[in-house]
């Protein structure tokens, strides 16, 4: 069964598509990063502000008490754009995150 770093260099979901392997792959991964109770919380923070910078989100979350510093928040979020459930934005010195169509699952779980 391949790993991670069978696909490390995919960048779309057409390239995960492309065998059962894939596709079985990223599946596990979108499985994992939307049931992960800190990256659910991420998914529901970011579909409603459609839109948030890195530093109000990490504030957010740590005055949640889900996580405590900002290295915990690079992890998860890496994981949530690994997955295609949102994505990364750089505007000027600021990095900002949106949700994807595949994120939105978060309006249907409970």
Same mark, same amino acid.
Request: one cysteine or more; charged letters at 30%.
């Given at each position: 069964?391949? +790993? %991670?770093? +069978?696909?490390?260099?995919?960048?779309?979901?057409? +390239?995960?598509?492309?065998?059962? %392997?894939?596709?079985?792959?990223?599946?596990?991964?979108?499985?994992?990063?939307?049931?992960?109770?800190?990256?659910?919380?991420?998914?529901?923070?970011?579909?409603?502000?459609?839109? *948030?910078?890195?530093?109000?989100?990490?504030?957010?979350?740590?005055?949640?008490?889900?996580?405590?510093?900002?290295?915990?928040?690079?992890?998860?979020?890496?994981?949530?754009?690994?997955?295609?459930?949102?994505?990364?934005?750089?505007?000027?010195?600021?990095?900002?995150?949106? *949700?994807?169509?595949?994120?939105?699952?978060? %309006?249907?779980? %409970?």
């Amino acid at each position: 069964m391949p +790993d %991670e770093f +069978d696909y490390k260099n995919y960048k779309s979901m057409e +390239d995960y598509s492309q065998t059962l %392997e894939g596709t079985k792959y990223l599946h596990g991964l979108y499985l994992k990063a939307v049931n992960h109770p800190v990256r659910r919380q991420i998914l529901e923070i970011v579909n409603k502000t459609k839109k *948030i910078s890195k530093n109000v989100l990490l504030k957010e979350l740590i005055e949640k008490n889900l996580i405590k510093e900002e290295n915990q928040l690079i992890y998860n979020i890496d994981y949530l754009i690994k997955a295609f459930c949102i994505n990364s934005i750089e505007e000027g010195n600021e990095t900002f995150y949106e *949700i994807t169509q595949s994120g939105k699952v978060i %309006e249907y779980l %409970e």
